[in-house]
């Protein structure tokens, strides 16, 4: 790590671009306190892949962790929606909310299809394509080339190129840039720990901004998607967006500090301090998660008889923690005034919570539960 060289900035007429090195070689890691860190960071990482093998249902509880990470990672780039909102459909927000929350549900959507293609795909260009097109469909950057790289300059902050932060290499040098990135992220000769290789992978996609937006995003979905691809994590169950996002302006400089004084140490320390926090707020959620099952399941016993549908519905409740009577109809195939006796009865015990204020289209949320995510 002494003697890293992050790239060089190449005059391009009225501008400089920036042109990291490649990052497919031998690396050697000589610094003990991000070796004290890595293995904190391992640790952790390792606490909270064990504490999630033991958690009963945990496929339910995958999906709001998602969402936080999909609407932490949006607002990192300016997306306002709020996991309340991105709960409710789209007709139920005002016209204003709208394209916020087109954003946010397209994150979804691109995680959620990305992990599911790497039973067939290796974490490549290809499913990194995938997931981009996923992200820009019918939203404010559909024409801005999705699931394609650029083919042409961009640029980072300022009102244009002239007054840039920061400006990535030309657009001809992203394929090369883009193919090292991905040996490098499959060389098993390179035997840089997997934390520092993501670390790694994260800072150099970023810097490449292989597309014309999006980009932010989709090197943020990468670091889940690598963990779970080297079976760091058995189930995608830490984000790193809201560490990022509660230290955003750390997290750009951080960035800045490799191009612009070759300082990939203090990279690699924020990283892996945000692992740490990360994964240590992640099994807190996880214990209290399974405390309020345990609390909730208390409570509907005294339903007696209509325990049995309660329970139906509570389990739809953690994957989406927003409920209305039609659709507790639905679940439990119960008619349309017992679906409102049901969800009286659960109103009375604490579990549900109206939020309309109205006297028809109630909407109820699932509101300790969405508490742990907030």
Same mark, same amino acid.
Request: hydrophobic share 40%.
């Given at each position: 790590?002494?003697?890293?060289?992050?790239?060089?900035?190449?005059?391009?007429?009225?501008?400089?671009?920036?042109?990291?090195? %490649?990052? !497919?070689? $031998?690396?050697?890691?000589?610094?003990?306190?991000?070796?004290?860190?890595?293995?904190?960071?391992?640790?952790?990482?390792?606490?909270? $892949?064990?504490?999630?093998?033991?958690?009963? !249902?945990?496929?339910?509880?995958?999906?709001?962790?998602?969402?936080?990470?999909? +609407?932490?990672?949006?607002?990192?780039?300016?997306?306002?929606?709020?996991?309340?909102?991105?709960?409710?459909?789209?007709?139920?927000?005002?016209?204003?909310?709208?394209?916020?929350?087109?954003?946010?549900?397209?994150?979804?959507?691109?995680?959620? @299809?990305?992990?599911?293609?790497?039973?067939?795909?290796?974490? @490549?260009?290809?499913?990194?394509?995938?997931?981009?097109?996923?992200?820009?469909?019918?939203?404010?950057?559909?024409?801005?080339?999705?699931?394609?790289?650029?083919?042409?300059?961009?640029?980072?902050?300022?009102?244009? #190129?002239?007054?840039?932060?920061?400006?990535?290499?030309?657009?001809?040098?992203?394929?090369?840039?883009?193919?090292?990135?991905?040996?490098?992220?499959?060389?098993? %000769?390179?035997?840089?720990?997997?934390?520092?290789?993501?670390?790694?992978?994260?800072?150099?996609?970023?810097?490449?901004?292989?597309?014309?937006?999006?980009?932010?995003?989709?090197?943020?979905?990468?670091? +889940?998607?690598?963990?779970?691809?080297?079976?760091?994590?058995?189930?995608?169950?830490?984000?790193?967006?809201?560490?990022?996002?509660?230290?955003?302006?750390?997290?750009?400089? !951080?960035?800045?500090?490799?191009?612009?004084?070759?300082?990939?140490?203090? =990279?690699?320390?924020?990283?892996?301090?945000?692992?740490?926090?990360?994964?240590?707020?992640?099994?807190? +959620?996880?214990?209290?998660?399974?405390?309020?099952?345990?609390?909730?399941?208390?409570?509907?016993?005294?339903?007696?008889?209509?325990?049995?549908?309660?329970?139906?519905? #509570? !389990?739809?409740?953690?994957?989406?923690?927003?409920?209305?009577?039609?659709?507790?109809?639905?679940?439990?195939?119960?008619?349309?005034? @017992?679906?409102?006796?049901?969800?009286?009865?659960? %109103?009375?015990?604490?579990?549900?919570?109206?939020?309309?204020?109205?006297?028809?289209?109630?909407?109820? =949320?699932?509101?300790?539960?969405?508490?742990?995510?907030?």
């Amino acid at each position: 790590m002494k003697n890293f060289k992050a790239g060089n900035y190449i005059n391009q007429r009225t501008f400089k671009s920036f042109i990291p090195e %490649e990052i !497919n070689r $031998d690396w050697t890691l000589d610094d003990m306190e991000v070796i004290e860190l890595l293995s904190q960071a391992d640790r952790q990482l390792g606490r909270l $892949d064990m504490y999630s093998e033991h958690t009963p !249902n945990l496929d339910l509880f995958i999906s709001m962790h998602v969402l936080k990470e999909a +609407t932490k990672s949006s607002k990192i780039e300016g997306t306002k929606t709020n996991i309340e909102e991105a709960l409710q459909d789209r007709e139920e927000l005002e016209e204003e909310q709208r394209d916020d929350w087109e954003e946010v549900q397209n994150y979804i959507s691109a995680l959620k @299809s990305a992990i599911k293609s790497l039973d067939e795909l290796p974490l @490549s260009s290809r499913l990194i394509k995938m997931a981009h097109k996923v992200l820009l469909k019918g939203v404010r950057g559909k024409h801005k080339i999705p699931g394609q790289f650029r083919t042409s300059q961009n640029w980072i902050g300022g009102a244009s #190129i002239s007054d840039a932060t920061f400006i990535p290499p030309p657009h001809q040098e992203v394929p090369r840039l883009m193919g090292d990135l991905e040996k490098f992220s499959h060389n098993t %000769e390179i035997r840089l720990p997997h934390l520092l290789k993501i670390a790694l992978i994260h800072y150099q996609f970023e810097t490449i901004h292989p597309f014309l937006d999006g980009n932010g995003r989709v090197g943020r979905l990468l670091i +889940t998607l690598y963990l779970v691809e080297q079976g760091i994590l058995k189930k995608p169950i830490l984000y790193l967006s809201d560490f990022l996002e509660r230290n955003r302006q750390l997290y750009y400089d !951080n960035l800045m500090k490799v191009r612009n004084a070759d300082d990939i140490r203090q =990279w690699f320390k924020f990283f892996l301090v945000g692992i740490i926090e990360t994964a240590k707020g992640s099994i807190v +959620t996880l214990d209290n998660i399974m405390k309020l099952q345990k609390d909730v399941d208390a409570k509907i016993q005294g339903l007696g008889a209509r325990a049995s549908n309660a329970r139906k519905v #509570i !389990n739809q409740l953690y994957i989406k923690p927003l409920t209305n009577a039609q659709k507790v109809a639905d679940q439990t195939q119960l008619s349309l005034p @017992s679906a409102y006796k049901l969800v009286d009865e659960l %109103e009375k015990l604490g579990i549900l919570k109206e939020i309309t204020g109205a006297k028809r289209g109630k909407q109820y =949320w699932f509101d300790e539960y969405i508490n742990l995510f907030r």
